[in-house]
């Protein structure tokens, strides 16, 4: 039986950035900046497709520091600028087509993502909430058994964004 999209618990993040929210915005926006920060510490982002935008779709390789690469996929599901992305983001093949995450078989292959920008004087109080849709008892508990590595991972890209921002002044 699958969890319920409305009693699973969800995975939230917030990070405060010394940057106005349009040039946080532009961050999750444009291919140049995603492939500077995006993804874990160590990996080579490429952006294969960007269209940010309803129906849209973000499709990126990452070269792992062991020389594999991963891909991921984000399906925009709504944009509202400069305040709210929502996306399902996935594992990919190279062409796009949604699949298991290398590291687990019980990995959710789909995540429901939003994000928020908030302008707090000046600087841009950024919250991301994911929730896995369309999963078992057995993903959903991986999920969430992850939620701490998730912060670890979270926190390290942030840090990059955080790098990318104060470049960008």
Same mark, same amino acid.
């Given at each position: 039986?699958?969890?319920?999209?409305?009693?699973?618990?969800?995975?939230?993040?917030?990070?405060?950035?010394?940057?106005?929210?349009?040039?946080?915005?532009?961050?999750?926006?444009?291919?140049?900046?995603?492939?500077?920060?995006? &993804?874990? @510490?160590?990996?080579? /982002?490429?952006?294969?497709?960007?269209? %940010?935008? $309803?129906?849209? =779709?973000?499709?990126?390789?990452?070269?792992?520091?062991? &020389?594999? @690469?991963?891909?991921? /996929?984000?399906?925009?599901?709504?944009? %509202?600028? $400069?305040?709210? =992305?929502?996306?399902?983001?996935?594992?990919?093949?190279?062409?796009?087509?949604?699949?298991?995450?290398?590291?687990?078989?019980?990995?959710?292959?789909?995540?429901?993502?939003?994000?928020?920008?908030?302008?707090?004087?000046?600087?841009?109080?950024?919250?991301?909430?994911?929730?896995?849709?369309?999963?078992?008892?057995?993903?959903?508990?991986?999920?969430?058994?992850?939620?701490?590595?998730?912060?670890?991972?979270?926190?390290?890209?942030?840090?990059?964004?955080?790098?990318?921002?104060?470049?960008?002044?």
């Amino acid at each position: 039986m699958a969890a319920s999209e409305t009693t699973a618990q969800e995975f939230t993040v917030t990070r405060t950035f010394n940057a106005p929210r349009d040039a946080v915005w532009k961050a999750w926006t444009e291919r140049e900046a995603l492939e500077e920060w995006w &993804g874990p @510490k160590g990996c080579a /982002i490429e952006v294969e497709q960007l269209d %940010v935008s $309803p129906g849209g =779709i973000f499709h990126y390789s990452m070269g792992m520091p062991d &020389g594999s @690469k991963w891909w991921g /996929i984000f399906h925009y599901v709504e944009v %509202v600028k $400069p305040q709210r =992305i929502v996306f399902v983001n996935s594992f990919s093949n190279e062409s796009g087509d949604i699949v298991r995450a290398p590291f687990s078989d019980n990995w959710p292959k789909e995540i429901r993502n939003v994000v928020t920008f908030h302008e707090e004087g000046g600087k841009t109080r950024l919250e991301l909430r994911g929730r896995p849709i369309n999963v078992s008892a057995e993903e959903q508990a991986m999920f969430e058994s992850m939620f701490g590595s998730m912060q670890q991972g979270f926190g390290g890209t942030f840090d990059q964004l955080d790098d990318y921002l104060a470049t960008q002044k």
